[in-house]
């Protein structure tokens, strides 16, 4: 897991409360999707997704290795605040109270994870360009 998504996952789950972020218009980055997003899952647990329905895609590096990197800057699902909730339910649902739950090799990293993220989408399903 990138050591951002890391320390920004470890504050959602651990933290008292265990709530939703919302919008957060302190950062100096808000808005990075659009207007009113939520923030909750500023760095992504299902990242990569790969998964080109979340408004994602592969390109190419701008970098001397001109290898590909899954580009999520036009994915607006996840900052749903409808998708945000449903996910941190999810989270409460399944037990999953710390970043260390999400990378056990067994339990959620080792493929609920994906389930999660499966079953996320059937329940809100994503629309590219819905922005």
Known sequence: MHPLARKHLKKVLEGKEKRLVGADEECE??????AGQDCTWCFCPFYP?????????????????????????????IHEPEVAEGLLEMFKERGVESVERLEEE??????????????????????????
Not at 29 to 34: A, E, G, I, T
Not at 49 to 72: I, L, N, Y
Request: charged content about 35%; overall charge positive.
């Open 29 to 34: 980055y808000y808005p990075c999707h659009f």
């Open 49 to 77: 997704c790969e998964d080109e329905q979340t408004g994602g895609k592969w390109t190419r590096r701008k970098a001397k290795d001109g290898g590909r990197v899954w580009d999520c800057s036009n994915c607006y699902w």
């Open 106 to 131: 067994e339990g959620v990293a080792g493929g609920e994870l994906r389930e999660l993220f499966l079953a996320l989408k059937e329940r809100f399903p994503p629309t590219p360009g819905k922005r």
